[in-house]
């Protein structure tokens, strides 16, 4: 260990710098780009690296992660220093060595202004915002009775709050300063839930390089560099500093954590039958418009299918919760449901369309030349005839929408996938949880392929020898 | 009087005229078989008589209605047109996911809105005059192809038709299949059904017709008695197809 230790620092200084990483997507004031200059960094982690590296005789490298993967990018070694508001949790220390805080914050509870539950306590059986694996959301599910409601950015929670999807939202006061207090029908309600810490962090083994990094934030400490640093990015000032990190408490893989994953698994299940009940009739309607109708039902047919179809998913489940927000009120679940399944109609629309085209023009002529209404030549003739041909597409659609649901997560809905994630961070292991929810899905999508294939042989027959030639003359 | 009448029916596909004003009449009983080369416009006349083909001009009088140049093949007019014009087609088209019952059964239970037991009675009648009584309840892909037309024959009689119309009913079949297939249509002319009946089937046109029409592109060129017409034709157009090699 002490080996592997000893060559850390002098890995770096052999390289000449300090690769150091952070998410520019964070924004102001952590590490942004200046907006007059955009190739050069700004923020006060661009100079709290700056000064580490200075006393370490090197230069400071920024590399650029995804936040949410910072940790697991140092495990592999993409860069020597994850420095971005990552803050000092159990969960954080399991995965890395970290430094001494360089800087602390208090967590703030927002409301909408006069809201009259003004404490944690008092909100027991409200709907709180946060976001997933953060300290706040720690707190959240600590906190008896409370409706966790999780974001994977951070304006969202506050702008469902002052849509009054949720009745307060919890996360530090850096995020609720710069994006919840800035709308003035929220106020905080409580300034100091907790206190956390921000915290940078090595990998495990490389224990010299986090005392030089912990010797140099004493040093910046000590000469006022940091205070400094705070005041010019205006930063609220500095309380004591709290305790020391909270013991790890670990969570096991146990029936709790399957009881939560079995409830993710309804979700998934309920939210994809639903989308599909909705995208199949939907589809019908489309297809149906863009063979019979009018040239103009026909263009709108079209138009809705080529711009569902061409842009994803993730884009029209936003626009749909948050977009449209101020005009329609839509729940999560709903906007959920609603999202997907409008989406899968397009696709269906053009499943329905090639069956129905598949269909020899023979039959429909046949059941002209009885006497039967266009209505009636379509209930009795094409589209049982259409829906053999569909139901494998279909089926494929439904298992495909069935993993698709998980895109939901991002408009808050917890369903499988997420539920693994959560339960990933807080057992400090992918491989069972996502064991589990491989699994999870499979006995799902594997029932509805095999009831999908008996409808097909219950609905088949043999093609109509002769059915493809047309009259010659 | 006639049960059809057509005057001056033309219609052009793009710039070649299919029919070319064709004058005709059908009377009550009669079976008119209607030979030529192919591409002489038999088939599109046929459709014309109940709509599925609309065509540009001339008049179509048939089984009481009036058929106006240019109506559209879904015009609502036209559903009880086709209710006593009835269409037996070149490849079948039984609709596969219906029972050989179904399929005859139909149009009587959802057209005439006949009470299904009904329907079924009508329906195993209709498929006993086919011989096909016992086929009742298989899918039409288990059948033969002479078994399918037949089933097809039924379907369209189902309705109790005035005229029949037949688009080449045997091409599709093979020559064994035909004899089958020709049989219940001699029969059919017997009872007194008024059959339009486009063929190749010479021998057929000869013996089972009142009356050969002979057409030759989009005219019709010749028509009277099968003797005269066959044997003996006036027209150089039908000479020369009588006594093609």
Known sequence: MALVAASALARIEKQGELRWAGDLQGGEPYVYRDPVDPRRLDGFEVEIAAGIARRLGVRATFVQNDWSNLLPSLARGDFDVALNGIEDTPVVRAQALVTRPYFVFSEQLVVRRGFPLRTLAALRGHRVGTLASSLAHTILRDTPGIEVVLYSGQEEPYRDLALRRIDAVLLDSLIAERYGLTNPALEVADTDVARGTYVAAVRRGEADLRDALNRALDDMEARGELSAIFAKYHLPPQPALPNAAAADQRAHFDAAQLVLFLRGALVTLFVSLLAMSLAIPLGLVLALTRIYGGAVARFSSHCYVELFRGTPVLLQLYLLYYGLAPIVHLDALTAAILGLGMNYGAYEAEVHRAALGAIPAGQGEAAAALGLTRWQQLRLVLLPQALRTALPAMTNDLISLLKDSSLVSVITVVELTKQMTITAVDVRSWALPGLACAAMYFAMSYPLARLAARLEARLGYPEVPGALQESAA | ?245
């Open chain 2, 1 to 245: 009087m006639s049960i059809v009448r057509v005057a001056g029916l033309r219609k052009a596909l793009g710039s070649r005229e299919v029919l070319r004003g064709i004058d005709a009449h059908v009377e009550q009983g009669e079976t008119i078989t209607i030979v030529g080369p192919s591409g002489g416009g038999k088939s599109t006349f046929l459709r014309c008589l109940n709509g599925l083909n609309p065509f540009d001009s001339g008049v179509v009088e048939i089984a009481g209605f009036t058929l106006a140049p240019r109506t559209p093949p879904d015009a609502p007019q036209l559903r009880m047109l086709r209710v006593r014009v009835a269409m037996v087609f070149q490849s079948f088209n039984l609709f596969p996911h219906l029972t050989v019952l179904q399929n005859v059964a139909l149009a009587p239970v959802h057209v005439r809105r006949d009470s299904p037991g009904r329907a079924r009675e009508r329906a195993l009648e209709l498929l006993g005059r086919v011989g096909l009584r016992d086929r009742a309840d298989l899918r039409p892909a288990q059948l033969s192809g002479g078994q399918q037309q037949r089933v097809a024959i039924a379907r369209a009689l189902a309705m109790q038709p005035q005229v029949l119309l037949l688009d080449e009913p045997t091409s599709a079949l093979d020559p064994q299949m035909r004899g089958e297939v020709l049989a219940v249509l001699r029969d059919l002319a017997r009872s007194g059904m008024t059959m339009l009946v486009v063929t190749h089937e010479m021998a057929f046109a000869r013996t089972a017709a009142t009356r050969v029409w002979v057409f030759d592109e989009g005219r019709l060129v010749e028509s009277g008695p099968p003797a005269e017409v066959c044997e003996n034709p006036r027209s150089e157009r039908a000479r020369a197809f009588f006594t093609r090699p």
